[in-house]
């Protein structure tokens, strides 16, 4: 499936509604419901392959409420269709990227020859500057 066509599945399924925001705006606050609050059933989206929705869910546990809905609140800006718009945004962006590849499991190295012999040059370089800064014991004769 491909982004635009998830972005335009997103925000049909997306339940919207809309509250009074906290925070400045002067007299704007008391009066317009500014914040956004978006609900997302995950298992209403239409992706293909059971693997879609199980990743989401797997990599947006934290997110998705007991109800199995993703919730996304935006109160950020003074407007109402801004607020719905980087809530959106925000929204298609957590799904987007939970569906991405899992990254390529890391290979074990180990470092060459060259590699430790050269690290074992630097310690012998370092130390060898560290023992000329100490003081010179006097030899007796004083």
């Known amino acids: 499936m491909d982004t635009k066509t998830l972005q ?3 925000r049909s399924k997306a339940e919207i509604s ?10 704007n606050v008391n009066k317009r419901d500014t914040k956004v ?3 997302l059933s995950v298992d209403a989206l239409e992706i293909p392959g059971e693997a879609g929705i199980t990743k989401i869910k797997r990599r ?4 998705i409420n007991s109800e199995g809905f993703l919730v996304i ?3 950020g800006e003074r407007s109402q269709a801004r607020n719905k718009e ?9 799904i987007i990227h939970a569906l991405r590849p899992d990254p390529k499991p ?15 040059k630097g310690k012998k370089i370092r130390s060898q500057i560290k023992k000329g800064r100490r003081q010179v014991s006097g030899s007796g004769d004083e």
């Open 8 to 10: 335009e599945e997103i």
């Open 18 to 27: 809309f509250s009074r925001s906290g925070g400045p705006g002067g007299q």
């Open 37 to 39: 609050t978006l609900h």
């Open 60 to 63: 947006l546990s934290t997110r």
């Open 73 to 75: 609140q935006a109160d």
């Open 86 to 94: 980087e809530a959106l945004d925000r929204l298609e962006s957590l």
């Open 106 to 120: 890391r290979k074990k190295t180990k470092p060459t020859r060259t590699a430790k012999e050269r690290r074992i």
